[in-house]
C-alpha cells in the first residue's frame, strides 16, 4: 500500500469554450445539479453535482475545443444504475443531437456484460455513460479491444 493510502475520484474539471451552453448540456440532458458558480477575473466556472456531492467543475477558460491528439483527459465515464438508464440518457441526448461515437449500447468488449453509449459533449470532450450488467449480446465495436480506447 501507499505511503499516502488509498486515494477515490473526488471530482474531475474540464475547461470549455461556453459555460452557458456546456451548464444546458451536463444540467439538463445528464441531469447534474448546480452547486454553484462564480466569477475569478473574466472567467467563470460552476460546480456541478448529484444528491448535493461534487461531482464536476466546468471552467470557462479554454480558447479550443477538445483535441483528442494531446495528452491529458481520454474520456469521462459516468456509471448508471441501470441499462434502462443508459438508453434514457441516449435519448435524451439524441433529442438535443449530441454526436455519438456508436450507435446505440454496445459492449466494452466482445463478450462483456458491460457496455454502454459513447458520445461528445458541445465542446467535443468524449464521455461514456455505462452500466456493468446488462448489455449482454451487445455488438463489440472494437472486438477484443476495449470500445473505450478509441472513439
Same mark, same amino acid.
Request: proline share 7%; aromatic share 0%; charged share 25%.
Given at each position: 500500500m501507499?505511503?499516502?493510502?488509498?486515494?477515490?475520484?473526488h471530482h474531475v474539471g474540464l475547461n470549455?469554450?461556453?459555460?452557458?451552453?456546456s451548464l444546458a448540456f451536463y444540467g439538463e440532458v445528464l441531469g447534474f445539479e448546480l452547486l454553484g458558480e462564480g466569477t475569478e477575473d473574466t472567467r467563470r466556472y460552476a460546480l456541478l453535482g448529484q444528491d448535493g456531492r461534487l461531482v464536476l467543475t466546468l471552467w470557462q477558460q479554454a480558447g479550443e475545443t477538445f483535441d483528442a491528439g494531446r495528452a491529458g483527459l481520454h474520456h469521462l465515464a459516468f456509471e448508471a444504475l441501470s441499462l434502462a438508464h443508459v438508453r434514457a440518457a441516449e435519448a435524451a441526448l439524441t433529442a438535443r443531437g449530441a454526436a455519438f461515437a456508436h450507435e446505440g449500447v454496445v459492449a466494452h468488449r466482445e463478450g462483456a456484460a458491460s457496455g454502454g453509449i459513447f458520445f461528445h459533449? @458541445?465542446? &467535443?470532450?468524449?464521455?461514456?455513460?455505462?452500466? @456493468?450488467? &446488462?448489455?449482454d449480446g451487445a455488438p463489440a465495436p472494437s472486438g477484443e479491444a476495449p470500445t473505450c480506447g478509441f472513439f
Open positions: 501507499s505511503a499516502i493510502g488509498t486515494l477515490a475520484t470549455v469554450t461556453d459555460l452557458d451552453r459533449d @458541445p465542446d &467535443g470532450t468524449r464521455l461514456e455513460i455505462s452500466v @456493468p450488467h &446488462g448489455a
